[in-house]
């Protein structure tokens, strides 16, 4: 039996499932967006820039990243923030975008000033993934504008680049690896990253992307779900920062030599994608080999039952603790919970209720976790939704 969201239409409230009342859901979502989006200097990431524009900053880097913008376009979209979501996109249509004749034409610069300089040319595939996504959207809510603002138009176009760049001499490379249709942490690379793979979006790609090219989001769905089966440890369910095609966990030399191969800051959101694809296409909530359920079941169990401390370690995907503490605590707190969506062990109301108990993050480092924070209160409210054409 079908069960996921895609099919039935309908979104699971697991704050209301715990005993919360529908007017303090409501109303805790509200204060979120509106405390990143409008509070304080010191709380805010969205900032209007002119009349018809704004930027997120990621706060611990002082720069303005795809990623934010991506996500914030997703946020507002999902809130149904039609002007927000209109600065964010014009922002970055004007300063991240390439439309010159180079091989990044098609993308995004990763990391700009916040002036709209540059501080990188080239492009990471996840915001790409989210732009997209955020546009379909968009033009399903709101229905499609002119030039920019035709999202479907800009959506179908994005897509086109990521997949086909390449496919001409001196076009540059594309986003997703065609061999075996997954992405990649940068286009000219050869590994990836577990974080960026959201089969839920490919499914959806696959209706909504130029005809011919739904097959292959239909096949880079399966093959995502496939890989994300690889790359969670049997035991624990963590996932490395990065690994290579095959599920292992990248431990190639790194610059400054920073590990990608641990459980670290990037890698707290392959969870919460798992969870996602979970909640919109499960096929059948009883099948016994439902891994979705397997991973989120072993990642909370591990740290709930295995971490006496959690959330302030740096972690070996097996489990064991390295010295430091997690640069993003409450990410982790956010993720662990999102993970309820599809866990169904002994621990999924306690990182639900570790959760919503958790208030936003103050202070430098508040941009990614509360990005992350804010993602996991939609889904967990029933209010991370698809809008369909």
């Known amino acids: 039996m079908k069960k996921g969201s895609f099919y039935t239409k309908q979104y699971r409230n697991v704050f209301h499932e715990l005993g919360y009342s529908q007017a303090e859901i409501d109303a805790r979502v509200e204060q979120t967006f509106q405390t990143m989006f409008y509070g304080s200097d010191e709380e805010r990431i969205y900032h209007p ?31 149904d923030r039609k002007e927000e979501f209109d600065r964010l996109w014009k922002w970055a249509k004007t300063y991240m975008y390439h439309d010159d004749d180079t091989e990044e034409k098609g993308y995004f610069a990763w990391s700009c000033q916040l002036d709209g300089t540059r501080n990188f040319e080239g492009a990471a595939p996840d915001g790409e993934e989210y732009f997209a996504m955020a546009l379909f959207f968009a033009a399903n809510r709101w229905g499609d504008g002119e030039g920019i603002f035709n999202y479907s138009q800009e959506a179908r176009t994005i897509l086109r680049d990521c997949i086909h760049k390449g496919e001409e001499p001196g ?7 065609p061999e075996t249709k997954l992405i990649k942490f940068v286009a000219d690379c050869d590994y990836t990253d577990p974080s960026y793979h959201l089969p839920h979006f490919y499914e959806l790609f696959a209706l909504w992307a130029d ?16 890989y994300l089966r690889r790359a969670c440890n049997s035991v624990t369910g963590l996932s490395p920062e990065c690994s290579e095609f095959d ?16 459980y670290y800051s990037d890698a707290y959101r392959t969870i919460a994608n798992i969870a996602m694809d979970y909640s919109w296409f499960s096929q059948d909530l009883e099948n016994p080999d439902a891994w979705h359920s397997e991973i989120a079941d072993k990642l909370q169990h591990f740290f709930c039952h295995t971490v006496k401390d959690w959330p302030d370690g740096i972690y ?21 919970a999102h993970a309820s969506l599809a866990a169904k062990g002994a621990y999924w109301e306690e990182c639900v209720r570790k959760f919503w108990d958790t208030p936003l993050r103050q202070g430098k480092r508040r941009y990614y976790d509360n990005c992350l924070y804010l993602f996991a209160m939609l889904a967990l409210s029933g209010k991370y939704q698809i809008y369909f054409d």
């Open 316 to 336: 070996e995907i097996d489990g064991r603790i390295n010295p430091g503490k997690a640069l993003h605590p409450v990410a982790i707190i956010a993720t662990n």
């Open 171 to 177: 076009t540059g490379y594309p986003m997703w690896d």
């Open 49 to 79: 820039a002119g009349e018809d524009m704004a930027y997120i900053v990621d706060t611990g880097n002082i720069d303005v990243r795809s990623e934010g913008m991506s996500y914030g376009m997703m946020m507002c979209v999902q809130l």
């Open 247 to 262: 599920g292992t966990p990248l431990r190639r030399s790194w610059r400054g030599g920073y590990r990608r191969d641990t």
């Open 211 to 226: 005809e011919g090219d739904r097959t292959f989001w239909k096949e880079a769905a399966a093959a995502s779900r496939a």
